[in-house]
């Protein structure tokens, strides 16, 4: 059982204050019968909850794929600039949605945006071996010897230094298309790496986190719910 002021506040926009307005104004009903006692407990497991006579499907965590565009923050919440959160619909929105790792503000593609802080952790964590996939494209093609590098784990002069990493070239051009997958999300990864191989990234996207692919039907700045099947692939196979 929980509060029922702390349910409603974590299902919406409304803080527990204002959670605790509407109870006591007769917006909430539990099970049909409308209840205007604040300290209310709420079984999420059995309960069904009702604000302005309309039902809220009461959902313990969230877990969103967003296809991000270019130009937008990987962040909550910002004072100047829009971020991920920003772009989810009033349906998904709640106050404790966080993008679980950052993209930089110009690349593109699949962020997993969600409530569940330990999900999001391992996910991230570099122990649970998650591979990330971007596809980058290069100023210069990239010979073997860098490729070789980035397999062994290249160290930054600075001594920033990045584990074992695998990359393949997708399309042989001037300015080559690669395939990268890191298990990391160290501060510009990726464009560091290919710096400190005097390369540079000219456009960079996130396709897949471990073995899930952003959804191709989602436009950017599109995004959806994880299925339960999804979250469960996520899971499977982390070694930590
Ligand atoms: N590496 C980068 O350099 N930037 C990103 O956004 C992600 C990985």
């Known amino acids: 059982m929980e509060r029922l002021d702390k349910i409603i506040s974590a299902q919406s926009t409304f803080s527990r204050k204002e959670a605790r307005n509407l109870i006591r104004d007769g917006s909430v009903s539990v099970n049909g019968k409308v209840v205007e006692s604040p300290d209310a407990m709420f079984n999420p497991d059995k309960d069904k909850l009702s604000l302005f006579d309309r039902p809220v499907r009461v959902r313990r965590f969230l877990y969103i794929m967003l296809n991000k565009p270019a130009g937008i923050l990987s962040a909550a919440k910002d004072a100047c600039t829009k971020t991920v959160v920003d772009?989810?619909?009033?349906?998904?929105?709640?106050r404790s949605l966080f993008p679980a790792g950052r993209l930089d503000k110009d690349t593109t593609g699949f962020v997993l945006i969600?409530?569940?802080?330990?999900?999001?952790?391992?996910?991230?964590?570099?122990?649970?071996?998650?591979y990330k996939t971007y596809e980058a494209r290069l100023k210069r093609p990239l010979d073997e010897g860098a490729c070789a590098a980035i397999a062994d784990?290249?160290?930054?002069?600075?001594?920033?230094?990045?584990?074992?990493?695998?990359?393949?070239?997708i399309k042989e051009q001037a300015q080559p298309l690669?395939?990268?997958q890191i298990m990391e999300g160290k501060?510009?990864?990726?464009?560091?790496m290919f710096a400190a191989l005097d390369n540079e990234v000219i456009s960079l996207k996130r396709t897949h986190i471990g073995g899930l692919k952003v959804d191709e039907t989602l436009c950017e700045g599109e995004c959806r719910e994880l299925t339960?099947?999804?979250?469960?692939?996520?899971?499977?196979?982390?070694?930590a």
């Open 178 to 180: 690669v395939r990268i």
């Open 228 to 239: 339960a099947e999804e979250r469960a692939s996520l899971l499977k196979n982390l070694s």
């Open 153 to 169: 784990g290249i160290t930054l002069a600075d001594g920033t230094e990045y584990m074992p990493a695998r990359v393949e070239v």
């Open 114 to 130: 969600t409530d569940d802080g330990d999900f999001a952790h391992r996910i991230l964590s570099p122990k649970s071996k998650v």
């Open 187 to 192: 501060y510009h990864q990726i464009k560091r």
């Open 87 to 94: 772009l989810l619909p009033p349906s998904l929105y709640r």
